[in-house]
């Protein structure tokens, strides 16, 4: 991607539940810009309320990323990447700011700097069906270990739970490349759309604590409901919905395989290590300007946020 920006792009990161969502509409509003979403559930048309997406009511200022595509449909970074610099285009030509929110590592690097996919990072290729349908029929670690068999290395580096990234490791190795050698090199990737990164954070004990409060108002709101309606509308099996934390957990409590209480007992517990890997992920990112959150209002976190533009030169 070659062109030239009046300004860069602001990027708000962090793990699950500090607020960036927020803070991104309340600086896109300030500022006279739009959000870009980068999460990789809330592409998902139908999937609400367990990924947090403002409700359209509740949205001060246009919003790009949502409702991409259906659960059962496949999405990639790939793909993402594509969409994304398309919006940043656009916007730019409008000469409207861009700010992204979210905590999925991995699009937002895609979008910023040099990644390159390789074809099976696309929808529609017969690796990532074959390696779909063993893992429908014998289970994760089948996957897993056909890719210990063609590539240990890179296996050594992925949960065997991991499916999706094992898959993806699948896929690389069809084209020749080393899923290894990728997670070795990102922070290597040179940039090619100038950004601003700001990173938000909290205390570990305080982060759990609010993610605990999260889900419990994700219950509140109708997560068990959201859940129901997909699986009626035929999304239950679907590959996006078994992954995805809250709802596979709730799809397992509706077809009485665990409690209701537990299921969300595991929604809290599956959120907190989700947020210790986005942490990880960030934390190696030197470009990311962290800011701790703890006992700050939305205001002062925007004014925070807003000063520290100030201070590398951004205008609006």
């Not at 990161?13 to 809330?42: F, R």
């Not at 240990?152 to 690389?172: D, F, G, Q, V, Y």
Request: aromatic share 6%.
């Amino acid at each position: 991607m070659s062109a030239t920006f009046a300004r860069p792009a602001i990027i708000i990161c962090g793990p699950t539940a500090t607020g960036k969502s927020d803070l991104a509409q309340d600086l896109a509003e300030s500022i006279g810009g739009e959000v870009l979403s980068a999460d990789s559930m809330q592409v998902y048309r139908g999937m609400d309320i367990g990924t947090a997406k403002i409700p359209p009511g509740e949205r001060r200022v246009p919003h790009h990323g949502l409702d991409l595509t259906e659960p059962d449909q496949p999405y990639s970074a790939a793909l993402y990447q594509r969409y994304a610099r398309d919006v940043i285009s656009r916007l730019e030509g409008r000469e409207t700011p861009v700010v992204m929110a979210g905590g999925t590592g991995l699009y937002l690097q895609a979008v910023v700097d040099d990644l390159r996919f390789p074809e099976g990072e696309q929808v529609d290729n017969p690796v990532r069906a074959q390696y779909e349908q063993l893992a429908e029929e014998q289970g994760a670690q089948a996957v897993w270990e056909a890719l210990q068999t063609l590539d240990a290395k890179s296996a050594a580096k992925i949960h065997p739970n991991n499916l999706k990234r094992t898959i993806r490791a699948l896929e690389m190795h069809a084209q020749g490349e080393r899923y290894a050698d990728r997670a070795h090199g990102l922070r290597e990737v040179a940039p090619v759309i100038p950004s601003i990164q700001i990173g938000l954070t909290l205390e570990r004990s305080r982060l759990y604590e609010r993610i605990d409060e999260r889900v419990d108002k994700m219950r509140e709101a109708g997560l068990v409901e959201e859940v129901e309606a997909l699986a009626s509308a035929g999304f239950a099996e679907s590959l996006t919905a078994r992954q995805a934390i809250g709802y596979k957990e709730v799809l397992e409590a509706l077809t009485g395989r665990i409690a209701l209480d537990e299921a969300f007992d595991q929604i809290k517990r599956a959120s907190r290590r989700y947020a210790k890997r986005q942490m990880t992920w960030f934390r190696r990112d030197e470009r990311i300007h962290w800011l701790d959150i703890e006992g700050m209002e939305a205001d002062d976190i925007a004014c925070a946020a807003e000063e520290h533009l100030a201070r590398m030169g951004w205008e609006a």
